[in-house]
Structure formats: C-alpha cells, structure tokens
C-alpha cells in the first residue's frame, strides 16, 4: 500500500463520499471541501463516470487533495478507477479480487466489514485497514469492542456518521472517519451551496481536532 496515502487519511480524520456528486460540479465540491479542511475525497464508483470524475478531480485538485474511489465491488472496477487515478479504494463488503487487484498496484485498500472474522480475514487478505460499515447500526461500542482482540487492524467506520458521533468513533479508536450525506448532501451540490460542504467539512475537522486534543 501506499503509506503516504494511509497517513493523509489517519492525519485527515475524514473522508468524504462523493455519491451523486455528477449532479453538480465535482471539482467545485472538492475545492470546498478543501476549503473545509478535509482533503481525502473518495468518489463512489455508482456515479456516472466515476473514473472520468476521478480523473478530473486529480486534473483539478491533485496537488492538495488525496482522491480514491469507494463502493468498488470487483476486481474489474478497481482495475478502472487505480487507471484514472485512485490513490484507495474502498468497498461496503469484502472482495479477494479487489484486495488482490488493489495490492498488486501498490494502491490502498479498504474493505467493508462489520464482524472481528470477516475484519481478520479481510486483513490476512491484504487489507491496509478495514471499513466498518454501516459503522452507525453498531455504535461507537463496537469500535471498541474490535479493536480490543485486533488492535492491529486499522479501522474506517463509514454510514451514518456526522458531527454529532464522530468524535465517539474516533474515541473509541477510529484513525478516521467516513463521511457521505452529513458531510456532502445532495441537496448542496445541486443547489450548488459550496459555503455549506466548506462550513460542514469544517465542522468535521475541529471534531476531529478537538477529539485529538482532548
């Protein structure tokens, strides 16, 4: 993997899930969300053109920003994302085929997971750490309750996370956190309010900053 990608995320605190962004200006939205100060940008792989997205966005912001690709189910998929450019890739579920493919070029992987099995099998698989999802129908607790027995397995929990848990998933010993709707809502990007993707993505960030420090 690529451990200058694993350090933006843990030092980031935040992806944010681009699903849907093609129904505004992608570039636009990751210029907010840079603004914010969130930089890891993940761009699902059930939009339009996610590798032409992709590719845009590493055009555009690919200095500052760190872009991957997420709800990749395949190793076909991943194969087309890491070719425009993605710098992760990260799944709901757990694909051999797309930890293979991902570890093969080098590009950081994170696959869905809820259970400690499928989290130790997925990381004996190639996993650089490990999406726990959907991270709101189990709490903060099961953060914990995981990273007891696997301590070494890095874990993302994603779905359903917004300002008001996410320093609970970081307490509980996230190195980040996912962040789709509360973070980008569909309704910004349509409207196109790129002052309210800056002012939540700010908002994510002193959560993360204030949880750290405290």
Do not use: W
Not at 50 to 71: C, F, H, K
Not at 105 to 125: C, F, K, R, S, W
Not at 146 to 153: A, D, F, K, Y
């Amino acid at each position: 993997m690529s451990q200058e990608t694993f350090e933006t995320i843990r030092e980031s605190g935040v992806v944010a899930v681009l699903r849907g962004v093609d129904e505004g200006d992608p570039v636009a939205v990751a210029e907010a969300l840079l603004a914010g100060g969130v930089e890891v940008i993940e761009v699902t792989a059930d939009n339009a053109d996610a590798p032409g997205t992709i590719r845009r966005l590493q055009s555009a912001v690919g200095d500052e920003a760190t872009v991957g690709a997420g709800t990749v189910i395949d190793g076909e998929t991943a194969q087309s994302v890491i070719a425009a450019g993605a710098e992760f890739v990260v799944s709901p579920s757990s694909h051999t085929d797309v930890i293979a493919t991902c570890n093969r070029h080098g590009t950081l992987v994170a696959p869905g997971i809820m259970t400690p099995t499928e989290a130790a099998e997925a990381y004996e698989q190639g996993a650089d750490l490990v999406k726990v999802f959907p991270a709101k129908t189990v709490g903060p607790e099961h953060i914990g309750a995981l990273q007891g027995p696997l301590s070494q397995i890095p874990l993302l929990p994603t779905g359903g996370v917004d300002p008001d848990n996410a320093a609970a998933f970081l307490e509980a010993g996230a190195v980040a956190v996912g962040a789709g709707s509360a973070l980008v809502p569909g309704d910004a990007v349509r409207n196109e309010d790129y002052e309210e993707i800056t002012r939540r993505a700010e908002r994510f960030r002193a959560v993360v900053e204030e949880t750290r420090e405290a």
